[in-house]
């Protein structure tokens, strides 16, 4: 019989990366996605895959950090759960096949700027940014972008280049030129108008997320995306002047 571990909700051990129980579990899931198999090795995904992930996002809490990195872990708050909403979705697989976790200003998964950490074997990644903008937020992150473009443009350059070891991600972007910017088509950052979400992210290899090492990898990213980061925070502070609930919005982003 297994024992569950309880600690106090911002308290995980040290993380030492994660075991090869953890990708062999991944990989038995893809295969045999259902509920049956994964009831019967849920003790591996608690002990190997969960709770070594809250282990790895409790090295970045408040008291751990490092100092000055420009956002924070909660292992409660900021894990994905493994469980797929099926409800509209075509595909009705339970199960999701990786792992996933969030660090963000406040430690939860709300919030606009974030780092994101996915394992999964052969797939697993780091990325830092802003995804799934509101509609306020956009519009505002677009106007910059049209407005001086030479900014945003020497923002990401680090990033658009060959074998560079960081790479831009957008995870969808319009076709045509979005309403109210079709002036804009000419410009240099008018593929950029078109993108709903704004990501650097990097690679990283199943011997990398087996490894303590991990930490590093994420504090490195923290340094690249930090003048990423606050650009898009900046672009937050103005973006509901017109809201008459911003003081909910700013409360929310602390």
């Known amino acids: 019989m297994s024992i569950k571990l309880e600690f106090p909700d911002d308290v995980r051990p040290d993380f030492t990366g994660f075991p ?19 009831k019967a ?3 591996t995904y608690d002990t190997d895959v969960k709770f070594v992930m809250e282990c790895l996002v409790s090295e970045f809490s408040a008291n751990r950090r490092p100092k000055g990195f420009p956002v924070q872990g909660d292992p409660k708050r ?24 969030v660090l963000s200003r406040s430690g939860g998964k709300g919030d606009p700027g974030i780092i994101y950490i996915h394992i999964e074997p052969g797939e697993s990644f780091i990325s830092a940014g802003f995804y799934s903008l509101d509609k306020e937020f956009l519009a505002a992150w677009r106007t910059r972008m049209a407005t001086d473009p030479d900014q ?20 969808g972007a319009l076709k045509n030129m979005p309403r109210g910017f079709q002036e804009h088509a000419e410009s240099p950052v008018a593929e950029y108008i078109k993108w709903k979400h704004f990501l650097l992210g990097r690679k990283i290899t199943d011997k990398q997320a087996q490894s303590r090492n991990l930490i590093n990898l994420i504090g490195e990213i923290g340094n690249v995306a930090e003048n990423f980061l606050a650009y898009g925070w900046e672009i937050q502070q103005t ?16």
């Open 20 to 38: 090869a129980s953890a990708f062999d579990f991944f990989t038995g899931l893809k295969e045999n996605n259902d509920r049956t198999w994964f």
């Open 239 to 254: 973006a509901y002047e017109d809201d008459p609930r911003q003081h909910m919005r700013r409360k929310a982003g602390q």
């Open 41 to 43: 090795r849920k003790d």
């Open 152 to 171: 945003f443009l020497d923002l990401v350059s680090p990033f658009t280049k060959p074998r560079s070891k960081y790479f831009l991600r957008h995870r």
């Open 78 to 101: 900021g894990m994905f759960r493994i469980y797929r909403d099926v409800r509209f979705s075509k595909n009705k697989e339970p199960y999701k096949t990786h792992a996933g976790a």
